[in-house]
């Protein structure tokens, strides 16, 4: 079983952040996640630690920090890294390649050859601007698995393309990326 470091940004999709995480727990994974500072204004990081039986983090500075250098003991410990979901904003700092918040900073601290999979949630608009396909695009040229998201009714209250694949969905990538 493997150490698989789930990574959430603020989105409403965030439920299915739980839902996964508590899958891949069940499943025998360890799992810790990390959210974004503003992830933690809609969900607190303690639901995930009851889920995963894990420390949860999302601070990098500050008490609530875990560690010294918690980016750097987070990117060594991960065999797998899901981000699920994944806002816009979130993308577009993965394919920028900025570490300003705990979650960006411990990615850019795992190893190269450690499999990715990136799972976007967002409004079809969003989903649709240019800038965000560039991102795509980008991160798929940097190795990273996307899994685009499907049609569907989104929490905005549309249906169109922009919502997240299924927990159970993405636990079975997971598995396929951890050749399991
Ligand atoms: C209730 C709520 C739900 C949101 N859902 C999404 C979403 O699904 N996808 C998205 O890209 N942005 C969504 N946003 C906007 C992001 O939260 C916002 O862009 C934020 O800056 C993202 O921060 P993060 O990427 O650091 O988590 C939502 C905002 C709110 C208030």
Sequence with gaps: MSKI????GASAA????????????????????????RATELISPQLFEALTGQVAASAEFGPERGGAMDHIELGA???????????????GRLALGLGDDLLT??????????PRLLCPA?????LAQPA???????LRQDGWRVAEPREGELACGVSGPGRMLEPEEIGALAAELLGS
């Design 105 to 114: 900073s411990a990615l850019l601290a795992t190893p190269g050859e450690v």
């Design 77 to 91: 410990w991960a065999e797998l890294v899901v981000v699920a979901p994944c806002t816009a904003d979130l993308l």
């Design 5 to 8: 470091l789930l990574c959430c």
């Design 122 to 126: 967002m409004n079809s608009n969003m």
């Design 14 to 37: 965030l439920h299915k952040g739980c839902d996964l995480a508590s899958r891949l727990t069940r499943a025998g994974h360890e799992v810790r996640a990390v959210l974004t500072p």
């Design 132 to 138: 965000v396909r560039r991102n795509l695009d980008q």
